[in-house]
């Protein structure tokens, strides 16, 4: 017997398997949302700081001197050149791949190296410093701390550097205090710090969204889920009312009728007479099993509990199915079970479903068998586990067979399964099954001990 | 043998007749009455020897009916057919010693054998070596009208089965001599027609009940036994086996 210990829980609560992925989904696509219209917004900012830079090297510093002759200023190469260059790159990656890990990384490091150049063709002028906390700040629109690292780091080397072997250019004197570059630092981790918990913040805050946004789209399907059984229930219970007298009547003539004409006169007159009255027989049959589990299952009978020895019912819930060819059905409970109470009719009802479906799950032409077994623990009780190796259960339906109205057969109301485990929940107890697709299914059944004494 | 009179009650016009056709087929006199208080009109002039009514009508339900006839012809067994599987006012009926409740749509062949059982004005027996319990739990019985005999151990019991028309047979499952099981081996082969409870309070309980099972029980209860739910216990036996 297999002794899976992973089980997957019947739905009949939320499926939180399912709702993890559509989270991480609807994250997913939200964040990315987000990424890309940073992405778009610095992109352009990108080009806005390249015209500023043309501007601000033309306004403040457009000429030089070369010996005697005045000449364009090399700020104004630079800012043309060397701000195109760090501009183009993350324009380019924008456009061709908006929301792409290498795309952010690029216009972070980007940005701050606009800071940089920005310093140095103001000269070194302190208001342009202010620079630097504006593109972190941008930065930290992607609510990711990763990008911020790499930008930080950029922008200390840079003052570190240029304040080592070209102070002119980032502070605008030449010989500042050799810890001038730390004072800088200093505040830029201080920003850094809030902006850090804010990312982290908006983050989560994101998810938490993503969390209720699923959440509430589960409470709003699973109520439609309730409206619909109850209508069900009505619609159910008032047909197979009005349901059960016809039939009545027509069974009790068919009857009556069968009884009058014997089968010895009929048949010279035409065969298909016999044949006929035996489809009005089964037919009936099969009507009067389709109300029963409709009204069943819309107006459930209380259990009538009573003490049940679970070998023998359990054979006769075996003698009762079915048979296939092929599929051996094996009795495993042991003799000296623990007797619990049952209602007798309904759990014999619940076993002869399962194990018919098991049952049922091998292809024709395939050999396997079915186990019923069955053991006690003092704390949980019963625990009834019906096992078999045939097709098992696709992960994406698992979680909607004990649903009313849900089936993989052609035939059939779907409700058997539904009913089973309503029964199971009238007697305290529960039902989860365990199956990988191909390689068979667990179903086990837990009834608790009981209340006067224990189990075992 | 005098054909026993049996009245239907039912609103449904074509159930009511179609089973009437079926009895009477079989050798019985039916009489049709199509509401409670019709089926009273009728019963002032005729007399019956069963009632097989319809739970609900227009009008007084059969439960009312069957209550009413508890006051004036208690000893006539009565039979309430439904279409309903679950409703209160069946517990009422159950509880108020009503021989049996059938669900419908039932075959004939069914109603047949749970109304020649109940023509027969079977009798349960309760069998306990504890006199007092035996006693007790017959007078409950009686109480709601469901007639009950009494033995204190398997011989005598077994004596009671020959003479008397026992349908069900009640009894304790740890008693000297001939033991519960015994007994219960003893009915399954010799009357099968007896239907087997068996009720247990001793701590080895478990083992006896599964041989009891084992032996052709139909039902077990553990002690102490809630009247109630031996009434119910009855009546189930009593109607439609599936």
Known sequence: MRQRQIITKAPIELPSRSSALRITKLFDERYLGMVVKVDNLLARLMIAQWIAGIAIAFLISPLAWAGKEAVLHSHVFAAIFVGGAITSLPVFLVYRAPGSQLTRYVLAIAQVLWSALLIHLSGGRIETHFHVFVSLSLLAFYRDIKILIPATLVVALDHFARGLYWPESVYGVLNPEWWRFLEHAGWVMFLDGFLLYQCVYSYRELHSHCEQQVALEDAIDSAGKMEKLAAIGTLAASVGHELRNPLGAIRNAHTYIERKLNGEELAPLDPKLVQFFAIITRELDVSSKIINDLLEFSRPREPDLAPCPLKPLVEESMSLVPPRDGVTLVNDVPESLPIPDVDRDQFRQVLINIIQNASEAYKPESTGEVRVAAKTTERQGWQIIISDNGGGIAPDIIDKIFEPLFSTKVKGTGLGLALTSSMIERHEGSIDVDSTEGQGCMFTIQLPPRSTGGAS | ?242
């Open chain 2, 1 to 242: 043998m005098n054909t026993k009179r049996i009245l239907i009650v039912d609103d449904e016009e074509s159930l009511r007749f179609t089973l009437a056709a079926n009895l009477e087929l079989e050798g019985f006199t039916v009489i049709e009455a199509e509401s409670g208080s019709h089926a009273l009109e009728i019963l002032k002039a005729e007399s019956v020897d069963l009632v097989l009514s319809d739970i609900r009508m227009p009008g007084m339900s059969g439960v009312e009916l069957f209550l009413e006839l508890k006051k004036t012809i208690p000893e006539i067994p009565v039979l309430l057919m439904t279409a309903f599987s679950a409703d209160e006012t069946i517990q009422k009926a159950i509880h108020a010693g009503v021989f049996a409740v059938v669900y419908k749509p039932f075959d004939i062949d069914k109603i047949l054998a749970v109304l020649r059982r109940a023509l027969k004005r079977p009798v349960v027996l309760v069998v306990d070596d504890m006199e007092t319990v035996a006693t007790t739990t017959a007078e409950a019985l009686r109480a709601v009208g469901v007639r009950a005999e009494v033995s204190f151990d398997g011989n005598s019991a077994t004596e009671m089965v020959r003479k008397r028309s026992i349908d069900v047979c009640i009894t304790d499952l740890s008693m000297p001599d001939m033991s519960g099981v015994e007994l219960t081996r003893w009915l399954t082969s010799e009357a099968p027609s007896v239907c087997v409870i068996a009720f247990s309070g001793a701590s080895n309980n478990e083992q006896l009940m599964r041989e009891a099972v084992a032996a052709g029980a139909s039902r077990c209860l553990r002690k102490p036994v809630d009247p109630s739910v031996l009434v119910a216990a009855i009546a189930s036996a009593r109607g439609i086996q599936n």
